[in-house]
């Protein structure tokens, strides 16, 4: 087995937080936890490459991340925010390119018919664009997840089909780092949890 880990972040800063240091494993998933305001989506984003880092090495499989483009590397690093953007109007449309079929399998999955596929996104409630926002991710087939409180709006039944789902992802060797505030699921869905707490991570 690889002693190379599949994310590793070492000395990133900005000048809004860090310097961070972690890594994730190929099949893991590490939980951060922390008070709003700590740093947490700040974190994640400078790992996505979606605000510019002041210094400090990101690396994907032991390859730095400047060897890939922007766009490129968040295909490979994907950022799923808390409130995900959506730029059609309907929910197809989001899937251009995609195997329909396991988009269809993962919606099932995680409890939404298969006629929402041709559903708009205005009548959906947040809790099924959520779920949606998930499978978007998954349907592009990244190595790591960066998921910011992915679960905030959904009822307990839909929390473990979501975390069910990610817990087959991981099986095949997604790496996951995952924000949330609730201890429980941390305990569940987590390998090691790390604490950002004064926008600097700590052990926790």
């Known amino acids: ?10 000395g990133l800063r900005s000048a809004m937080a860090g310097p961070f ?12 936890m ?5 740093g947490k989506t700040v974190l994640l984003r400078l790992i996505a490459d979606l ?38 109007p309907v929910v197809r449309q989001h899937f251009d390119g995609a195997d329909i079929d396991r988009v269809r399998a993962m919606a099932a999955a995680l409890g939404l018919p298969d006629a929402i596929l041709d559903a708009e996104l205005m009548h959906l409630s947040t809790g099924e664009r959520q779920r949606l926002a998930l499978v978007r991710s ?28 990610l817990a087959e992802e991981t099986g095949k060797g997604m790496a996951i780092l995952w ?16 604490t950002v707490a004064d ?6």
């Open 1 to 10: 087995m690889s002693c190379i880990p599949r994310l590793r972040v070492h």
């Open 21 to 32: 240091d972690l890594h994730v494993d190929a099949g893991e998933c590490v939980v951060l």
């Open 34 to 38: 922390g008070k709003s305001g700590a």
């Open 51 to 88: 605000d510019p880092p002041r210094a400090g090495v990101v690396e994907l499989d032991g390859a730095r991340r400047e060897r890939l483009s922007g766009p490129g590397w968040r295909r490979r690093v994907l950022y799923q925010p808390a409130e995900p953007a959506w730029w059609s």
């Open 138 to 165: 998954l349907s592009r087939g990244p190595s790591v997840l960066l998921l910011d409180e992915p679960t905030a709006s959904l009822d307990q039944a839909s929390i473990l089909a979501y975390e069910a789902l």
């Open 179 to 194: 924000v949330t505030h609730s201890r429980e699921q941390a305990g569940r869905v987590g390998h090691r949890c790390l």
């Open 199 to 204: 926008r600097a991570l700590q052990s926790a």
